[in-house]
């Protein structure tokens, strides 16, 4: 079966400094992996996904991820914070043809501060 | 219309009651996805439908639960003798096919007293 390990509940990072979000994934065969973000009041966005090829995903609002797979890891980073990235952050993996049957990671709340 | 559309927003019921939770996919989408999402917990797969069929009810928690979609459009998910653990935000997606970006609703939250 998939899973998503997310380790980080909470982190805290000054708007500006740099981003790192871990997510580490189990999954018997070339996994289809996705982060998403989701805002209060917002439903579920996807920020970008990997399902082959070039393991450096770019994806939108400046965020990107690294899949590596001899560490079962996609972990998110982005470079400079805004005040507006402040929300949950979900890694999730599917199987079967990419979106079908997603599981998804505990999620990582991003608090921003000045 | 521009989103997956959920109504309500908000479901108060009693425990033991039947509720019924509606979601309006973005037209022409074929594939739609039932979530749940439990406070403080990632959303938890229940149910898969391409067009009319549910190609994957595997997430579905028991036989108290149950969904449709009759005409391959609006979707409805059914909640028979609610219980208090069944208290969560529910969560819709709709894609044009199975490979493509699922795009979510913003849920209906249900709480059972």
């Known amino acids: 079966a998939q899973s998503v390990t997310q380790p980080d509940i909470h982190i805290t990072v000054s708007e500006g400094a740099s981003l790192e979000l871990r997510c580490n994934y189990s999954y018997g065969a070339t996994p289809y992996l996705f982060w998403y973000v989701q805002s209060p009041g917002q439903g579920l966005q996807l920020l970008l996904k990997y399902f082959s090829g070039d393991t450096l995903v770019q994806g939108i609002k400046g965020f990107e991820a690294e899949f590596k797979r001899s560490q079962s890891s996609f972990n998110l980073r982005k470079p400079s914070v805004h005040w507006s990235d402040a929300a949950e952050y979900f890694c999730?993996?599917?199987?079967?043809?990419?979106?079908?049957?997603?599981?998804f990671g505990t999620g990582t709340k991003l608090q921003v501060i000045p | 219309g521009a989103g997956v559309s959920q109504t309500p927003s908000n479901k108060v019921t009693e425990k033991g009651k039947y509720v019924e939770l509606r979601c309006d996919p973005i037209s022409g989408h074929t594939a739609l996805y039932w979530y749940r999402q439990s406070l403080g917990q990632g959303p938890e797969f229940l149910i898969y439908f391409q067009g009319t069929g549910a190609a994957d009810d595997s997430g579905l928690p028991n036989d108290r639960f149950f969904a449709v979609r009759p005409e391959g459009s609006v979707s409805t998910l059914k909640i028979q003798r609610t219980e208090r653990g069944d208290s969560a935000m529910y969560l819709c997606?709709?894609?044009?096919?199975?490979?493509?970006?699922?795009?979510f609703g913003q849920g209906t939250r249900l709480t059972v007293v």
């Open positions: 997606a709709s894609s044009p096919g199975s490979n493509t970006e699922a795009f």
């Open positions: 999730a993996v599917g199987a079967r043809g990419g979106y079908q049957k997603v599981t």
